[in-house]
């Protein structure tokens, strides 16, 4: 099975625009969760997804926003960037909705200028 | 809600020995999910160990072993003989219910030849 794919790899903005960011789960999966990681907050939980549904939601303003499709693939959106911003995106997924274990992503490195 | 900490932003280990990375978490939860992630320089997340809350005897992976003291809220990751590639950070995360994965901050692990 193909892993977690997020696209693209790294993004340059700069301030003011926004940006969409895509993760393909594994196939099969209908969870899909996002973190922001940085070096000073670590890995923060930003949303879960599950059959298209958000499931949970972490602590992040409302510039953040996400959703899934029918066929599981999700994109989360940033509007207004700011530099605080620039983070590593990571996104996984999961075959059920709790304990089970989450295969990430790569991860999608963004800069804001 | 959830809290995990990992009291060791460092360690480091020579190669073939064991070393042992701290985390204690906070839920309230009854039944509840503990985890390790690794995450090497390439930034791809893997699951090292998972633990479930409910039962007494500590998780084994090869190398890898936890020991799980519930009282205490303590889970920590033994890695034994330790080899060059098990360089990486390493993430303590719990999950409790339907609740959100919770991460801690890391503890980046050296392993010297």
């Known amino acids: 099975k193909a892993g977690v794919t997020q696209t693209p790899r790294y993004l340059i903005k700069t301030r003011g625009q926004q940006v969409t960011l895509s993760c393909s789960p594994i196939s099969g999966h209908r969870s899909v969760s996002w973190y922001q990681q940085t070096p000073g907050q670590g890995l923060q939980f930003l949303f879960e997804?599950?059959?298209?549904?958000?499931?949970n939601k972490g602590n992040f303003p409302g510039r953040f926003s996400g959703r899934q499709f029918s066929n599981s693939r999700s994109e989360m959106n940033v509007s207004t960037l700011e530099l605080g911003d620039s983070a590593l995106y990571l996104c996984?997924?999961?075959?059920?909705?709790?304990?089970?274990?989450?295969?990430f992503g790569p991860g999608t490195r963004l800069t804001v200028l | 809600a959830q809290t995990v900490t990992q009291s060791q932003p460092e360690m480091s280990v020579q190669e073939a020995e064991t070393v042992t990375l701290s985390c204690t978490y906070d839920?309230?939860?009854?039944?509840?999910?503990l985890f390790w992630y690794k995450q090497p320089p390439s930034r791809q997340m893997i699951l090292v160990i998972r633990q479930e809350a409910y039962k007494q005897q500590n998780a084994t992976e090869n190398r890898f072993s936890v020991n799980f003291q519930k009282a205490a809220k303590s889970f920590s990751l033994k890695i034994s003989d330790s080899q060059l590639g098990d360089a990486a950070m390493y993430f303590c995360a719990s999950q409790g219910g339907s609740e959100k994965l919770v991460f801690g901050k890391g503890t980046k692990l050296t392993v010297n030849p």
């Open positions: 997804y599950f059959s298209e549904t958000q499931r």
């Open positions: 839920t309230s939860e009854s039944d509840y999910y």
């Open positions: 996984a997924s999961s075959s059920q909705l709790v304990y089970n274990e989450q295969f």
